[in-house]
């Protein structure tokens, strides 16, 4: 009756009860784990997962309400279902206020008991594929509060809807693929699929099987067909990401395809119709390729119809603290920590600095800001440390570029390692278990770390215990 297998920990104190339910979860696909008390079911539910829990309200000791409750207060995700010989609709309505999906009263049918089972399992996984939902489009969301990206959005809103085709300019790391995105989610086209290709990751020799695919047998190493991103992103839109860094022998096949609507796949003997709204996007000046002859002019004229400009962090940082603030929650999100606010200190600190990497940097910084606190609120010394030094940065600064600084970028790394370490190294007190376990790292780990840095431990004088 149930679609998928389960595994069920089911809590009452009576030893026919238990037994029958069981079996009747095993004789239906699923597997059920026992237990005839709320301490130690709370135990289990803690140690194990499982997909549902089912409970008995009236036990001796602990009642089902009270493991409820506790079950909810650490945080244990999995659905429970009430049931009670004894229920009252006081009872009743505390547990759904405590979250519980569903309340049995005794005696329950086979049927029934696996009909509210399956929905509770259903609505479980419904609610899991829309966190999942919200954090990929978390992902791709466009976060922005500055006055140059106010206007940007509305140049994205005009261009949208029509079939134009968009050149994407701005520095690495500006977010030129969620502007892409963002175009094709408000387009016509939004229903189809959005494909990409970044042409500095592709190898010259395989960037037309890339775009157009090849047919079996084509070339060595062909041993089937392969459908390329052109036909993946029928109906849909294509985002070819650096286009400035495409081979000027495939520059002359795009044009081809931008002009004719067709394909032919490698090794293929006819054209294959293709619907596609090409976007593209570099961070290199095309027009001193054209002059260069790195870049085709014909080309260029036909996908410079619409150029959108992204601006540099350092150029727009009102969006720091809003940006800060999305890295933050889904940094936390998805590897599971506790949410930290960034202080005003804070803020100003990271708006202090020139951002070189832009958007991507700021999120690896947030990112680092985040496994290395301690704090349940990140002040401005955090950012200090997370940040390359001062030298660095001014470095950075009067360039414009990453590398203007002295010291290369793995020496900067370690150092910045070097220093986490000793700091907390001091602030528990030399303590290596509890320093690993601020940091993040396994013991060994920790040790492994101090040994390639140069931290000479034997000058550490409080050893644990154990050691």
């Known amino acids: 009756m149930i679609v998928a297998k389960a595994n069920i920990l089911i809590i009452d104190d009576d030893a026919n009860t238990l037994a029958s339910l069981s079996r009747a979860f095993r004789l239906s696909g699923h597997e059920a784990t026992v237990c005839d008390n709320a301490a130690r079911a709370l135990e289990l539910a803690r140690d194990g997962h499982f997909d549902l829990i089912l409970s008995d309200v009236v036990m001796p000791g602990k009642d089902g ?148 695919g090849h047919e079996k047998g084509a070339f060595t190493g062909a041993a089937s067909r392969h459908t390329g991103k052109f036909e993946q992103a029928h109906h849909g839109t294509l985002f070819l990401d650096e286009i400035g860094d495409m081979p000027l022998a495939m520059q002359a096949k795009l044009l081809r395809v931008l002009e004719e609507g067709e394909i032919e796949r490698v090794g293929g003997d006819r054209p294959i119709p293709v619907n596609v709204r090409v976007v593209v996007a570099t961070h290199r000046n095309l027009e001193e390729q054209v002059r260069r002859n790195t870049f085709r002019q014909d080309l260029y004229h036909r996908i410079f119809v619409f150029p959108i400009v992204l601006p540099p962090l350092r150029e727009r940082l009102e969006d720091i603290p809003v940006l800060t603030e999305h890295f933050a929650r889904q940094v936390a999100e998805q590897n599971g920590w506790k949410a930290k606010k960034f202080s005003t200190e804070a803020i100003a600190e990271l708006s202090r600095y020139s951002w070189p990497g832009n958007v991507r940097e700021l999120r690896n910084v947030v990112e680092r800001v985040l496994l290395l606190a301690t704090e349940n609120e990140v002040d401005a010394a955090a950012i200090r440390m997370a940040l390359p030094r001062a030298e660095s940065i001014n470095g950075i600064a009067e360039s414009g570029a990453p590398g203007a600084a002295t010291g290369a970028m793995a020496e900067r790394v370690e150092a910045f390692e070097r220093d986490t370490i000793l700091s907390e190294l001091k602030r528990h ?39």
């Open 65 to 212: 309400i009270a493991l409820l409750e506790e079950i909810r207060t650490a945080g244990i995700a999995s659905p429970v279902v009430m049931m009670s010989g004894q229920a009252t609709i006081e009872m009743a309505v505390r547990a759904t206020r405590l979250g519980a999906a569903d309340f049995l009263e005794k005696p329950i049918s086979t049927e029934k008991l696996l009909l509210t089972v399956e929905n509770a399992l259903k609505l479980a996984r419904l609610e899991e594929e829309n966190r999942d939902l919200r954090r990929r489009v978390g992902r791709h969301q466009l976060v922005w509060a500055s006055p140059a990206m106010k206007a940007l959005m509305a140049e994205v809103e005009r261009v949208a809807a029509s079939e134009t085709r968009v050149c994407i300019r701005g520095e690495t790391g500006t977010g030129k693929e969620l502007v892409a995105r963002t175009l094709h989610e408000k387009s016509p086209r939004k229903s189809g699929p959005f494909i990409t290709l970044n042409c500095a990751a592709v190898p010259a020799e395989l960037m037309e099987s890339e775009l157009f």
């Open 429 to 467: 007190h030399n303590h290596m278990t509890n320093t690993a376990k601020a940091l993040g790292l396994e013991r060994s780990h920790l040790y492994k770390k101090c040994q390639h840095l140069g931290i000479d431990l034997r000058s550490i004088r409080k050893e644990e215990d154990d050691e």
